[in-house]
């Protein structure tokens, strides 16, 4: 099973790589851009996995190791179910 | 005091900080693997400075789940001194032993330069040889010293003075530019509620003879070594 998990910072977070990438977008003319969030994917390729143990498994792998749940927030999806 | 210096794959300031308490201080000090599960029955743990694990995923991130740290959390439980310097500091609020955590500098700069730090508790082991209020200068060098915790962690925090060192001008004043990288509160250093694990992103090891342009650092250290 291939898993798909996104981090980023919480909204109530500056994100200080965001806001450079937004002004950076603004002086390329793009003035539509509202607000630019930075964040990083992970591609989990997982073995033997039901969906059900999916969703116990990976919000634990993405809670204790992936984010920090102190500045950071995750979703994820499967990609593949293989 | 006897002192063990962690390192971690990516230390890179674990022989100034060995160096500092055995030659300047004279203390006995070893070197901790991380892979080890042995403290060598030391009185305090040096968490040293550096990029752990090349800092991947976030800074301390990684370090944290050395085999090593499970004894520093366990010795921390128990009551011994447990510093943690930059990179340390980091891993330590990584591994939850103090709270809050780290984002990227305000200016997304690496920051490596003097800067002044005003001791807002001189009340703890880390700093009993220094005055409240004194202005301390000590260089930094770190991208992810961007101190961020909860608003009701903070509340908490200033009540119980867990906040030991904060950014300021050379008089104390705390302004915009003295906060060199955007932490909330201007939060240069902390320790837990116990009072025995302190982090700081300064290095006060660098700051420790008159050779590195400083001797402000010494007050971490001598305020250990009057308590032992």
Redesign the interface.
Known sequence: MKVRILVS?KTS??D??GQ?VKNALHTLGYDRVRDVRQGKVFELDLEGLTEEDARTLIPEIGDR??A?P??EDFTWQILDKA | MKFGVVVFPGSNCDQDTYDALKDVFRQPTVFLWHKDHDLKKVDCVVLPGGFAYGDYLRSGAIARFSPIMKEVAEFAGRGGFVLGICNGFQVLLEIGLLPGAMIRNKNLKFLCQFVHLRLENAGTAFTRTGTAGQVLRIPIAHFDGNYYAPPETLRDMEARRQIVLRYCEPDGRLTDESNVNGSLGAIAGIMNKEGNVMGLMPHPERAAEDIFGSRDGRVIFESLLKGA
Request: proline fraction near 9%; glycine fraction near 0%; charge should be neutral.
């Open positions: 910072l977070i500056l200080p790589q450079t190791v992936l920090n102190i500045i």
